[in-house]
């Protein structure tokens, strides 16, 4: 990168941020005496308790891994690119490298710019969707036949209108468009009772098609014919400086497996014969049929050759109890490759506790830096400082070290081929992470997923009018893909990356659970209208003159100039369940319009008042009596009047004030709860509901001032004691009276309020 650059001053920025940080978790460090320390160890210990009673060795999980996906499919279809350095992505953004070009340093995430000034040679080709998603789909119809959960009426399958082999539930999660985790569980215990016949499969993509067979002239020479991967004859030098080379692999099964000490030996990796495929003409390089084993080793290297079938793709595949293990172990053994961990928990913790921080999936860059500070840099040694490690993190980050140092994950989104092999949640049904504040749900049942996001990279652009078309655009997608899920938010996240590289985001929590587009697109461009706002606020600072015929001109306003937007909606919930949440509120939406609204008070009343301290005081208590129909009780201390006498006016119900106030205790001062309801002769049993008024002097709080308070009458058992019986509300201010027939009712009827 060139000195002076935006992407250079930016990445300094993050530097002298990050060492800032540093410096001051090492002082922090250097503070703590051991007993702190032993402390943090013993607080540590307990939550490795917990995990250690949910880990699980009984499920075979299969992580599958396409190799530089978005390139190998562009160089599939345009062989002439097979030997030069590609990327997919534009000059803002690049998307995936082959192999070749990662030699140079070319990475997904890299501005193409800087791309090519790492490999003047480069190639960069634009994103083309549709063919990636076609060839996904034909790798999920591959995998899918893996990992099928047989239903209860499996038999009667074909028999019920609508039900194909689509409807079957699958034990399988595609994490994107180039990776899919698996439950082999099942599969693997149906597929020790399969003949012969049924684990064969021929080199083609269906039953007639032309042979998946390399037929180069220089097949004759087989010393001649590499080998290795997708890429170049030379890409054998990049493996062998590579840390992804760090596998043990050799042509028996048994020796796949990982052994106890052997993590740190360095090998070559040898070819698989039966899937090798040529470096020419990426076709396979041996003909005939194929006949698997029953193994999990042997049930994974038949997915890859059946993957390569269907897509002339190759793929890396791990295999491990869970789904961390998995993933570890798929890119221990890229590109072309396969690896496995035992399912015990003697082989996990061997392979983890000299597994490099940062070969664990979410340990990047920042966090690498930050435990190599610290002097951490394998999973064992998480374990060894988990008391220092407990004082300078976060709850969460530490639960998250303590997890990967043991090789666990919580793989609950995973669906289980056989459920009886999950161990049962604790008594309290929660899990052991630690969560912060804003995964908090109020105890409301949303999904497993936290949120869903799009977001785009393009060219640097500051123009109003198409930076709000690109926000329509990201809420149309974003839209969509909540449709797809059947799930609505209500707490949406604009996500801007500057043309300096700075990162921003503004959230907004919205007034209901929504998907539709028009609602993100609005509430999107404001979020995104702001940002503009603050952008020319804050580089539009006038300097001031002393002469008044001097004339200073201020600093030009700056316009937002972005470079990437997104788009993020949280808090989700399904279609099915938001139309309850609202009902749920109903009470609540009643309690806040009776404590909102001005009261009707006499002159005397109001003249006291006015020579009284401002503040307002208002308290909730709730009260139920048995064993007659329960009443919630709400006495609520309102504000005081500051009219003066003779000007007092009854309010109108369509002007009843609903906005939140922030109200201030007044110290000595207690809730009156006197309240007097008027028993007439036309009144409404007790199976109505009835809200009354209630005005009272006796009993003045400590300062002699007089309080005023609202009674609701709620009875609770008003649906079962006498079910025909109408409600009756009656509005505290105007008394005006409504007949309504059920409580469903009671929603609409508060409108009339408003």
């Known amino acids: 990168m060139n000195e002076g650059s935006k992407f250079y001053e930016n990445e300094l920025r993050k530097e002298r941020l990050l060492q800032q940080q540093i410096s001051q978790k090492l002082e922090q460090i250097r503070s703590l005496k051991e007993d702190i320390i032993r402390s943090g160890e013993l607080e540590a210990d307990k ?13 075979c999980v299969v992580h599958v891994d396409m190799d530089a996906f978005y390139a190998a499919v562009e160089i599939r279809d345009q062989p002439e690119l097979r030997f030069l350095p590609v990327a997919v992505g534009s000059n803002s953004m690049l998307s995936t490298s082959n192999y070749i070009a990662r030699r140079f340093g070319v990475r997904a995430g890299l501005p193409g710019f800087l791309g090519k000034k790492l490999c003047p ?4 080709i634009p994103l083309d969707f549709a063919r990636y998603t076609e060839a996904s789909r034909a790798v999920r119809a591959v995998l899918s036949q893996y990992a099928v959960i047989p239903s209860e009426n499996e038999a009667d399958l ?3 209108p609508g039900q194909t082999e689509d409807s079957r539930r699958i034990a399988m999660v595609a994490a994107s468009l180039d990776e899919a985790y698996l439950d082999l569980t099942l599969h693997l215990a149906e597929r020790q009772s399969w003949p012969e016949e049924r684990r064969t499969f021929w080199p083609r993509p269906t039953t007639g098609a032309k042979m998946l067979v390399c037929r180069c002239s220089r097949n004759r020479n087989k010393k001649s014919h590499s080998t ?8 054998s030098d990049t493996l062998k400086s590579s840390e992804a080379d760090r596998t043990i692999v050799t042509t028996t099964e048994s020796s796949h497996t990982l052994d106890a000490g052997q993590q740190n030996v360095q090998l070559k990796k040898p070819v698989d014969l039966e899937l090798a495929v040529c470096d020419q003409c990426g076709y396979l390089l041996r003909s005939g049929r194929r006949v698997f084993g029953t193994s999990a080793w042997e049930a994974v290297r038949e997915i890859r050759f059946r993957v390569f079938c269907a897509t002339r793709l190759t793929c890396s595949a791990g295999i491990g109890p869970n789904t961390l293990i998995a993933k570890i172990a798929s890119d221990w053994s890229k590109p072309m490759g396969q690896f496995e961990v035992p399912r015990s928990r003697e082989a996990v913790n061997e392979f983890m506790v000299q597994m490099p921080v940062r070969k664990v999936p979410g340990i990047g860059h920042v966090s690498e830096r930050r435990l190599d500070a610290f002097g951490i840099h394998t999973c064992g040694e998480l374990l060894e ?4 490690l407990w004082h300078v993190s976060t709850r969460s980050a530490m639960s998250y070290y303590l997890r990967i140092a043991l090789g666990h994950s919580e793989d609950d989104w995973l669906p289980c081929s056989d459920p009886t092999l999950i161990p049962p949640l604790s008594k309290s049904g929660s899990h052991v992470l630690v969560m912060n ?8 049942p949303e999904l497993d997923r936290k949120s869903m996001s799009v977001e785009r990279t393009f060219h640097d652009c500051s123009d109003p009018k198409e930076l709000f078309e690109k926000c329509r655009q990201l809420a149309a997608m974003l839209s969509a893909d909540l449709k797809e899920e059947h799930v609505k938010g209500r707490h949406v996240t604009l996500k801007l990356k500057l043309d300096t590289f700075e990162n921003r985001s503004r959230s907004q929590t919205l007034p209901d659970y929504t998907n539709e587009p028009e609602v993100i697109a609005t509430f999107g461009i404001e979020l995104l209208r702001e940002e503009m706002t603050n952008e020319r606020s804050s580089h539009h600072s006038p300097v001031a003159s002393t002469s008044l015929l001097q004339m200073v001109d201020a600093k030009p306003t700056k316009s937002l100039t972005l470079r990437l937007m997104g788009l993020r909606m949280a808090s989700l919930m399904p279609v099915e369940m938001c139309p309850q949440i609202r009902q749920r509120s109903i009470e609540e939406a009643l309690t806040q319009i009776v404590a909102m ?7 005397t009343q109001s003249k006291q008042t006015e020579d009284s301290t401002p503040e307002r005081t208002k308290s909730v208590k709730t009260r139920i009596s048995t064993p007659r129909p329960k009443l919630t009780r709400i006495s609520l201390t309102l504000p005081k009047s500051r009219k003066k006498p003779g000007k007092i006016s009854r309010p109108a119900c369509s002007k009843l004030n609903l906005r939140k106030r922030q109200c201030t205790p007044v110290k000595n001062q207690k809730t009156v709860q006197t309240p007097r309801l008027v028993r007439a002769g036309s009144e409404p049993s007790n199976g109505s509901l009835r809200w009354c008024l209630s005005t009272t002097q006796e009993n003045a709080t400590a300062d002699n001032r007089p309080s005023t308070s609202i009674v609701a009458l709620i009875p609770a058992t008003a649906s079962t004691s006498s079910p025909e019986a ?12 409504w007949q309504v027939q059920s409580e469903a009712e009671v929603s609409s009827r508060t409108n009339e309020f408003t």
């Open 121 to 124: 040679n480069l190639h960069i």
């Open 726 to 737: 109408p409600l009756s509300i009656s509005c505290p201010v105007c008394e005006k009276q």
């Open 597 to 603: 609204q001005p009261v009707k008070l006499d002159a």
């Open 437 to 444: 504040d804003g995964d908090s749900n109020q105890g409301r």
């Open 385 to 388: 400082k988990r008391g220092t």
């Open 228 to 235: 290795v991967s997708p890429g170049s004859s030379n890409y």
């Open 158 to 160: 074909n028999d019920q």
């Open 47 to 59: 939550l490795i308790q917990k995990f250690e009673r949910r880990r699980c060795f009984a499920r």
